[in-house]
């Protein structure tokens, strides 16, 4: 028996020459931004470092992933601040919970799957619910990885946006995570936080060499008076290198960076989509249902400002396997395409 | 250390009256709200009374002083017996037990933390107060603190895989300031917990994950108070547990005999009767 509903994938396909072109599965994170940036190694683990010699509540908790969050450097560093929890996401939240209660602030790593749906139920009631200072960080949000659904969070912020005193972070690149560490410690509710991790590119600064990360706030990039791209995890270097290629076609793009998923700095939002009748455009690294876009779509309309509008994102269904780079392409976030779908709205 | 100085030990009412007094208020407020999880707070009054007025430090007055024994209701629906034994304490003042569930109440029907002193944790989502009573005795072992975490919890939370994750946690990290506390009563919402998912053999269970384990039955005082005094003196790094064997609604048999369900129906005539009948059985 087969169920109709059923999505097979394993028809025969054709099977490439050695010196064929087909990409591989692994990626690093370093390559998701253009040839050109430089890179910085395990940014989050050596602010975690930086932050923890000089706050001694700083502790930082795994489930079996330190080495895939950068946590590493952290136990190597400081083992005696450094639980390993083992492969149990649930226990991982509510221990986290119960060092909050005492006095710390646990940072609690593992991947943005893991957290948003095998363990939500224990951030929800063991620590958002009573505003405890634990700080979730987690590796391989979105498309970020090319093994799959079972790797892929393509919902997590559509999961926790749901989630009252949570706040909600998607950061950048090397900047954004050094800086956002101290930002998200100094809160003092709970937080999840997006992890890009390895070698990661510095790619703000390039752009606006005064950049700092500021918990809450929107922040523009790159000013421009035909689109305004609204932006946040490494959807805002695509943004910026599509909007480097639109400019040689003389299509000037803003590019307003918005790390702080929630609470959502609609201020700037609307002060930025009030100005100057620009095509808005979101672009994020996140299923389109219930992310960046609706929730600045949702403002927009809230406030009665109603500009030309599009969504980048990614589809609403489970996302194939294969190389990083051929699937950004074939869901509209490479900035090719990216570049592409904002010059066929115009 | 003040471990000598806990309540119980400058207290000269009997365990049984403490007991008596704790199912006599759990009746008051259920009556109040014309239902409650009354079956299970009556069965788990003698384990609460050795908890209070015999295990546990802490001062009455300060709920949140830092030297406190923590004791997390893991079953958030049994807040009616916490709220009684809270109340016995001191911790909450008695007049406070009319407003038991009702609008702007400090105890609502589950037990969350924001809102009662002495609550330590928001319970009812079960399967969660272990996994938090691990990461509270880690934080305590960091401070070197003496305090001991206790964590009640119910026979049908043993069927939730995070409850297997903190225990095999617990013994991992050698957490001998982590005691906990299963009320097994044999009763969840759809029947009897052996029915649903057997948990049984429950003590090789806890012993193979790394724990001290004793089973005694948790209507017998002097059993419950000798096993909080084993697990308190052990001197072996690891975490201890007690199963209790307790019976859904003590002391008030004509409810005992009814047909138990997780939540015991009681007529709304029937509320004087069951405190007439706890009456009878007064310590003397």
Known sequence: MTLASM???????????????????????????????????????????????????????TADLAKYTDLHVFAEALPDRFYQMGMAEQLLMSAAAGLAREGFIPFATTYAVFASRRAYDFIAMAIAEENLPVKIVCALPGLTTGYGPSHQATEDLAIFRGLPNMTIVDPCDAVDIAQMVPAIAAHPGPVYSRLLRGKVPSVLTRHRPDYRFQLGKAQRIRDGKDVLVISSGFMTMRALDAAELLAKDGIDVAVLHTPTIKPLDTETILAEARAGGRLVVTAENHTVVGGLGEAVAGTLLRA?????????????????????PTLHDMYGISVAKVAEQIRGWL | ????????????????????????????????QGQGYIGQALGVADVLAASYFHALNYRPHDPEWEGRDRFLLSIGHYAIALYAVLMEAGILPEEELETYGMDDSRMPMSGMASYTPGMEITGGSLGQGLGIAVGMALGLKRKRSPAFVYNLMSDGELGEGSTWEAAMSAAHHRLDNLICLVDFNNQQADGRSTEMLCSEPLEAKWEAFGWHCQRVDGNDLDAVVGAFDAARALAEARPRVIIFDTRMCKGVPFLETREITHFVRVEPDEWSKALAVLDEGRPQ
């Open chain 1, 304 to 324: 009665g400002v109603t500009p030309s509008f599009r969504m980048i994102g990614l589809p609403d269904e489970f996302l194939e396997a294969g190389a990083l």
């Open chain 1, 7 to 61: 999505a097979r994938k394993y028809e025969p396909r054709p099977v490439p020459r050695k010196d064929g072109q087909r990409l591989t599965t692994s990626a690093m994170i370093a390559s998701l931004a253009a040839e050109g940036y430089d890179t910085v190694a395990a940014p989050f683990g050596h602010a975690l470092v930086d932050l923890a010699r000089r706050d001694d509540r700083i502790l930082g908790l």
């Open chain 2, 1 to 32: 250390m003040d471990r000598d100085r806990r309540p119980s030990a400058t207290s000269n009412v009997s365990l049984e009256q403490r007991a008596w007094n704790i199912r006599r208020k759990a009746l008051l407020m259920a009556e109040v």
